[in-house]
């Protein structure tokens, strides 16, 4: 990976629970951390406003989202940090783009259409609760990838589409303007488990069945207690690879846990013992980030810092593509 520019943002919409952690935080701390060329990650606060209209929710969540990466181990000395919001030339290339993409690219992109439907079966007009700013959602998330020149952008399954509109739009510009961005890939973790939540569906903040990243432990013990589980009895063998609870164990526990819980399942242990086991990995993983958690939260100054530097540095990059950008289109300064 020499040389790449790997980039990435996370909407700041909601607490950061386990399946997050799991299925992106995780696997984009892996990649920042392989990467030999520049690492970007960003919060999509302005992708955030188009779900979250309150003012102090927005801003908690933004610092949120910052504090739990830098807990969970993003070197900000080695991965560029940055709040959207601060760099305005996205918002600059967002308009410039905008007046390069077709509506009906934005009319098939598929949250705009999973709204639609929806609206459609509740007999509501189709464009019922859309907002501008989520219709035209992927223009800015093409705007916040192309004006680094992004090669890699991790996301999950549901933004491959978003990552290929960028794509479109880039070429869309190159053919009109001559060669100017390049067009970036998605990486997407095949692997990556979708984590079941209290209830046995995917863990969404959507279905209400989180168990959040940096509760105090005792409310991490309690959520722990509530996942659904069947009536097998206590002493029953049980099949660790279809439990939930053993599948979040393996999340977090050593190889020798893991075969020793295994083994307990397979001999018959009780749910309460399970899941007083899972408490226990959890808990001692978490331990620390949520020191640090809570530590920068009670600072929002410090990350300030870091989010303004990380800014200084992002639009280093962009000041220059943005003013490329504007000479091909014909607006020279
Ligand atoms: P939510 O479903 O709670 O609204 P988001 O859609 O904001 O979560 O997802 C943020 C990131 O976390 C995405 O990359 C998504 O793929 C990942 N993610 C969310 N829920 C899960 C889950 N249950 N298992 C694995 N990955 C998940
Ligand atoms: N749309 C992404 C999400 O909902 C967040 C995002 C915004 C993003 N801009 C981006 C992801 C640029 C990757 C690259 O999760």
Request: charged share 25%; net charge neutral; glycine share 8%.
């Amino acid at each position: 990976m020499s040389n790449e520019i790997v980039l990435t943002g996370i909407k700041p919409t909601g607490k950061v629970h386990l399946g997050n952690y799991i299925g992106a935080i995780k696997p984009a701390l892996q990649i920042a951390g392989a990467s030999n060329g520049t690492a970007l990650y960003f919060i999509a606060d302005y992708h955030g406003l188009t779900f979250i209209q309150n003012r102090d929710e927005l801003g908690n969540l933004s610092y949120g989202i910052a504090a739990t990466w830098l807990a969970l181990g993003l070197d900000p000395g080695r991965v560029v940090l940055y709040r959207q919001s601060d760099v305005p030339e996205i918002f600059e290339l967002n308009w410039i783009l905008s007046c390069l993409t077709p509506k009906g690219l934005m009319n098939r992109a598929h949250a705009y259409k999973a709204i639609q439907d929806q609206n459609e079966q509740l007999g509501l007009d189709a464009d019922t609760g859309v907002n501008m700013g989520l219709f035209t959602y992927p223009i800015l998330m093409a705007a916040d990838i192309l004006l680094f020149q992004s090669d890699k952008v991790p996301v999950g399954k549901d933004q491959i589409q978003h990552v290929e509109i960028a794509r479109d739009i880039a070429e869309r510009f190159n053919r009109n303007y001559g060669d100017t961005f390049k067009l970036p890939d998605y990486i997407v973790g095949e692997n990556t488990a979708v984590i079941p939540g209290l209830d046995g569906r995917k863990m969404s903040k959507s279905y209400n069945n989180t168990i959040p990243l940096f509760e105090p432990a005792d409310t991490l013990k309690k959520l722990i207690r509530k996942i659904k589980t069947d009536s097998t009895l206590p002493h029953e063998p049980k099949d660790p690879d279809t439990s939930n609870i053993f599948l979040l164990y393996k999340e977090f526990a050593t190889p020798a846990q893991i075969q020793d819980l295994r083994n307990r399942y397979l001999s018959g242990i009780s749910w309460g013992e399970a899941k007083q086991e899972l408490f226990q990995a959890v808990n001692a993983f978490l331990e620390e980030p949520r020191k640090k958690y809570n530590d920068l939260m009670a600072a929002p100054e410090q990350i300030d810092q870091i989010l303004h530097e990380g800014a200084r540095k992002a639009r280093a990059i962009a000041v220059p593509l943005l003013a490329k950008v504007k000479s091909k289109i014909g607006l020279e300064n």
